[in-house]
């Protein structure tokens, strides 16, 4: 989907390495937040046995799929915002250097990009 948004501006290939990279540990957070969701609500424990994963396959637990799936969302709904604000303040120098290093444009240019008198009018009659 971020090769159609970003179009020929995305590297088709990066685009899936991050995605390869991100699966695992987007899989591995799914259990914590399921927890803090429980925490938070104060709902059951559901269990993450093979007994459980015998009801969900066998359609005897949907209620307790759902709602353990809402517990899940409710943790990682008031827990994303303090990721994301520990991860800007974590990458935010990391990018500075990166963009002062890779960057083509200098950062301050002697003189200006376009000086007025390389802007010419074209009038034309009518």
């Not at 259990?31 to 359609?59: M, N, Q, W, Y």
């Not at 120098?93 to 002697?110: E, G, H, T």
Request: with cysteine.
């Amino acid at each position: 989907m971020a090769i159609a948004v970003l179009g020929l501006r995305c590297h088709a290939p990066t685009v899936m390495l991050a995605n390869f990279i991100a699966t695992p540990i987007e899989l591995s957070l799914v259990v914590p937040f399921l927890r803090f969701g429980e925490v938070i609500s104060g709902g059951s424990h559901f269990p993450l046995t093979s007994d459980a994963l015998k009801k969900v396959l066998t359609g005897q637990a949907s209620h307790d799929v759902l709602l353990s799936i809402a517990h899940a969302l409710l943790g990682w709904l008031v827990a994303a915002p303090f990721i994301l604000v520990a991860l800007y303040i974590l990458f935010l120098p990391c990018f500075k250097i990166l963009v002062r290093k890779f960057s083509v444009i200098p950062s301050s240019p002697k003189k200006p990009v376009h000086s007025h008198s390389e802007l010419k009018l074209k009038v034309r009659d009518v």
